[in-house]
């Protein structure tokens, strides 16, 4: 699927041959207030229809009105709520984009005050227009679609804005794309290869392991989980490496391509939505490609690791064992604790690169949702990368949450006969924290023996939007966490 074309213009937006121009409107305790460019007459009517058109300003509401002859043919009226800062005009025109379906081209009048107002507005329609239609067919005539054309009317010179939002929305639309794609179609070579694919053309080194290579080389994790399905697992390892860089970070993401909870079975509705398992993987991706895309001065190596969790003759049990990559032994209680298995594998061959920091990401527990709801991922880690990455989320709008690590978890995982168990039968406490005390386990040292800064990020919850839409967010996978680790990335990459 595509992103709409961003464009910036100094010209009027009345003379714009959008179908629709999108003006503002901020909510007050005097009413909703007029935040738009053009002539003073057309600001004087529309402010004059505001209260008769109901309009309050509040977050994702849209009021369209049709104007006279000498002014576009319809101008829409998106509101900010109470704040108007770069996340109220990335939501505003994100919520705008969305709902203003069925019409090619559609321009902003918004008054803005500097160029990262202009980038958000141009980042928050382009995550706005996003549609997945590749397995429509009766009914795709019908489809109301995003606009494919944006244009944003200032006088504010932001050079990179359109490279940057572009860049950042063609990452999450990736995500999308890969997400919504039926297991059928998706499963680990295919990903593997979308992922070969992808980097076509941009310098980006990428080696995939097969089932055999995977034995070979150590990769129990990853081998032991897909062994239960005739679609055989996989890892992908994509190196951006550019000249000069000084930081190196590596990126871990959890590839389930569908999760039927292997022997230790889901029930059948808990198996829907199991597609949306393999969102790490595509978002450890699509932030490697963005990175290189965006010419970033940072080295960064992402793991995709892939596997498909269905239970068979050759699935692995419960009590089975499997030897991790470096050697540690885990005791396989629950078959459907397999994310931390295959992110285990990543997170020790990152280590042995020995980078400046190790984040995964993964659709981790279900006690994430519980935790934090469907707005919040939750991070847990070294406290200092931790608070990196909360910053680099709250920078560009994403909500995180810091998790604590009780050390006292770590006995509930021993096991009998092995160096770890992945889980605690019977225990539902602390799901989440359990899962991110299992992973610190596999975190490596660096040259003079001091453990690798690494964070994790649970993004169970706000990966899947199963509600309404709200701001740029439709329906469907979001792309979460992407924006976030591609400002952590440009951190590194200062001196």
């Known amino acids: ?288 490609l963005a990175a290189a895309r965006l010419e970033l001065p940072v080295r960064i190596t992402a793991w995709m690791c892939i596997a498909e969790n269905m239970p068979s003759g050759s699935a692995i049990r419960p009590n089975d064992v499997l030897r991790m990559r470096g050697g540690r032994t885990v005791e396989v209680l629950n078959t459907d604790a397999e994310g931390r298995l295959v992110l285990a594998d990543g997170l020790v061959a990152a280590a042995e690169e020995q980078p400046d920091a190790i984040i995964d990401v993964a659709t981790l527990t279900g006690a994430a949702v519980v935790a934090l709801g469907t707005r919040y991922f939750g991070i847990m880690g070294d406290d200092t990368l931790v608070q990196r990455v909360l910053a680099a989320s709250a920078a560009v709008g994403e909500a995180a949450w810091p998790m604590p690590f009780p050390d006292e978890l770590r006995a509930t995982l021993n096991s009998d006969v092995a160096d770890i168990a992945n889980a605690k039968i019977g225990s539902t406490a602390g799901g989440m924290l359990l899962a991110g005390v299992f992973l610190r386990e596999f975190i490596g040292t660096d040259a003079v023996g001091t453990t690798i800064p690494w964070a994790h990020l649970d993004i169970a919850g706000p990966a899947q939007n199963s509600g309404t839409g709200w701001g740029f967010t439709a329906a469907g996978p979001t792309g979460v966490a992407v924006r976030a680790l591609l400002r952590l990335a440009e951190d590194f990459s200062r001196p």
Do not use: C
């Open 1 to 288: 699927m595509t992103v709409p074309t961003l464009s910036l213009s100094t010209e009027s937006a009345i003379d714009s041959p959008a179908a629709i121009v999108i003006v503002a409107a901020q909510q007050t305790d005097d009413g909703a207030r007029l935040i738009a460019t053009g002539s003073d007459t057309l600001i004087a009517a529309i402010t004059s229809q505001l209260p008769l058109l109901g309009v309050t300003g509040a977050r994702d509401e849209v009021v369209r009105l049709v104007t006279n002859d000498d002014s576009p043919r319809s101008i829409a009226i998106v509101g900010l709520g109470r704040t108007v800062d770069t996340d109220a005009l990335r939501h505003a025109a994100g919520s705008a984009v969305r709902q203003l379906t069925g019409v090619a081209a559609l321009a902003f009048a918004i008054s803005l005050t500097d160029a990262d107002q202009v980038e958000a507005v141009l980042e928050g329609a382009a995550l706005g227009g996003y549609s997945y239609t590749a397995y429509r067919h009766s009914s795709l005539a019908a489809a109301k679609l995003p606009a494919s054309s944006v244009v944003v009317h200032t006088s504010i010179m932001a050079p990179n804005a359109i490279a940057r939002s572009s860049a950042n929305a063609e990452a999450i639309r990736l995500v999308k794309d890969l997400v919504n794609m039926p297991p059928l179609d998706l499963y680990p070579e295919s990903l593997a290869a979308a992922a070969v694919e992808a980097a076509t053309g941009l310098p980006i080194a990428v080696t995939v392991w097969d089932e055999q290579q995977l034995v070979a080389d150590g990769f129990g994790g990853i081998a032991g989980v897909g062994a239960g399905s005739t679609r055989p697992p996989r890892l992908v390892k994509l190196s951006y490496t550019p000249s000069g860089a000084g930081k190196h970070l590596a990126l871990v993401g959890k590839g389930i391509t569908f999760d039927t909870g292997g022997l230790s079975l889901k029930p059948p509705a808990s198996m829907v939505g199991m597609k949306y398992d393999m969102t790490g993987a595509a978002t450890v991706l699509a932030v490697v």
